[in-house]
């Protein structure tokens, strides 16, 4: 499955699609700027929303459901990349959150 850090994640999410696939409460400890929350649990019903002709990113708290999703996106004909080490990484490094 493909990875990506959270540098580059930080470069990417100007010009690519960035979902956060952690429930609300983990949610409101702080987003990347301009995600797409959708809990994992709701993917199905709600992949519409998601741009399949743009790349994803996607994110959770430490990677692990991200892998899941990004396999089951690019299973779907996304292109999709899980952000090694998720929101843990993220805002541990001091990047912006929302």
């Known amino acids: 499955m493909p990875e990506t850090t959270i540098t580059e994640t930080d470069q990417r999410r ?19 700027p301009g995600a ?3 809990p994992m649990g709701q993917l199905n019903e709600r992949v519409g929303e998601l741009d399949a002709n743009r790349p994803v990113i996607v994110v959770c708290r430490s990677g692990n459901r991200s892998a899941q999703v990004a396999d089951a996106l690019n299973a779907a004909g996304y292109t999709a990349d899980t952000m090694a080490g998720g ?4 805002q541990g490094a001091g990047l912006p959150t929302a």
């Open 14 to 32: 100007r010009t690519e699609q960035v979902l956060d696939v952690r429930e609300d409460f983990e949610t409101a400890e702080g987003m990347i």
């Open 36 to 38: 797409v929350h959708i």
């Open 87 to 90: 929101m843990s990484a993220w």
